[in-house]
């Protein structure tokens, strides 16, 4: 599977953001696919995740509330709808798909799109 990732950007504190990942090669409607992210300086950590069937969706305790993830089967793409963005959230932010999906998933991953809030 790959994966493509966009959409990152520099915003201000406040803004809101629209990440994609489009998922290609084999099977892609067969995997979980999810976020993560890596502050500068700190370990990469998990953002959120959907079940391949988008019927249930995961989420890091730091962005409970403020972000949503979706996939869109047709389009072999997942979302992540970031609200309300803070200078904390300023990361590289990565798509990976697994076939289970949770904080564990690593079996793919995506080049990293950069989000910047600026304070």
């Known amino acids: 599977v790959q994966l493509q990732a966009s959409g990152g950007g520099l915003v201000q504190a406040g803004d809101s953001l629209r990440l994609s990942c489009k998922a290609s090669?084999?099977?892609?409607?067969?995997?979980?696919l999810g976020w993560f992210r890596q502050a500068p300086g700190k370990e990469r950590e998990f953002v959120a995740a959907v079940t391949w069937s988008g019927s249930s969706t995961y989420y890091g305790d730091s962005v409970k509330g403020q972000f949503t993830i979706s996939r869109d089967n047709a389009k072999n793409t997942v979302f992540l709808q970031m609200n309300i963005l803070k200078p904390e959230d300023t990361a590289v932010h990565y798509c990976?798909?697994?076939?289970?999906?949770?904080?564990?998933?690593?079996?793919?991953w995506g080049q990293g799109t950069l989000v910047t809030v600026s304070s």
């Open positions: 090669g084999r099977s892609p409607e067969d995997y979980a």
């Open positions: 990976a798909a697994d076939r289970i999906a949770g904080p564990h998933m690593s079996d793919y």
